[in-house]
Structure formats: C-alpha cells, structure tokens
C-alpha cells in the first residue's frame, strides 16, 4: 500500500506543468498583451514613434514593461522619453506596480485586466495621477492612450499609439 502510494506521489510531482493546469499562472491573463510593439503615435499633438515590450518575469509571477518615444523620422535614435514598469499581482485590483521614467519620476501602478484590455491608473502624489489604456482591437492593432488629471478631476489625454506586434518575448 505505502509502495503504491508513493509511486503515484512521484508520478504526479515529475509531470510537468501545463498550460491546461487549472491554477495557470498570473501572467495568462495577459498573454494577449506580451511581445515587442511599435507603431506611429502622437505626444502632445507631435507626430512620434512608439516602442513597448512587455514580457513575463519572475517565472511567469509578474510583468516587466518597457516603453519608449523616438521622434517621427524612422532614422531618429534619439529618445523623447523611456519608462519602466514591473507590475505583479494582487488581490485588490489585479495587478499592482511601479514604473520610472527617464523624467525621473516615479509613479505607483493599479491595473485591472478585462478581456483584451488592461486600464492602469498611475499615481504620484506630489506629482501627478493619470490613466493609460492597452487594448487590442479586431485587427490585432494595440490602441494605447494616456491622460492625465487636471486640477478640476477630469482627465485629459496628452498621448496615443496604434502599435503593431513586431516580435516576441525572447
């Protein structure tokens, strides 16, 4: 009996792991959204080009987001602006982060996942709150637009990209 009940234990902790595991891991929900991006964009009313990657870390247990804007003239190396996110799950309100950006502030994150649409509200309170949208549309475009709030509550957008898949997670 004690024979046969630790081959089974040993048969079910060799098997791996699937993506049929009922359990998954955190980053499944977002798995629609990982890869490299790129695509034309506006900041501030400025034609510009945009870049994110958005890739699992931590063995699938978070998500690391890297963005950037170049000018518009596809030769321009020059970055306008970069920023980076780690986003990790939480029982709240799905995800939870920090991002920095190359304007060296730094904003706590709140993100929610529905179906092929992540909404992150980004705080600072001595600086700023605002909002951005990820969503994938039915041409497998990725449509991101930022706000940010003004004095009175409302928000305000100041940037939008349609970004196209231009390669995967490596």
């Not at 890297?66 to 596809?74: K, V």
């Not at 001595?126 to 497998?140: F, I, N, P, Q």
Request: aromatic fraction near 10%.
């Amino acid at each position: 009996m004690i024979e046969l009940l630790l081959t089974a234990l040993l048969a079910t902790a060799t098997e791996p792991a699937t993506s049929q595991d009922p359990a998954g891991q955190p980053t499944d929900e977002i798995r629609w959204l990982t890869g490299h991006w790129a695509g034309p964009g506006k900041l501030f009313g400025n034609p510009v080009r945009m870049e994110l990657k958005i890739c699992p870390v931590a063995g699938e247990q978070g998500f690391a987001l890297d963005y950037a804007i170049r000018g518009e003239d596809p030769s321009s190396v020059s970055i306008i602006f970069a920023g980076h996110a780690l986003y990790w799950p939480n029982q709240e309100s799905g995800w939870s982060g920090r991002w920095v950006g190359s304007n060296r502030v730094n904003h706590q994150l709140d993100a929610r996942v529905e179906s092929h649409a992540l909404e992150t509200i980004w705080r600072n309170a001595e600086v700023e709150t605002g909002r951005t949208s990820y969503a994938l549309d039915a041409t497998e475009t990725l449509v991101v637009t930022d706000w940010v709030r003004e004095a009175k509550g409302n928000f305000r957008q100041f940037a939008s990209g349609r970004y196209k898949r231009s390669g995967d997670c490596a």
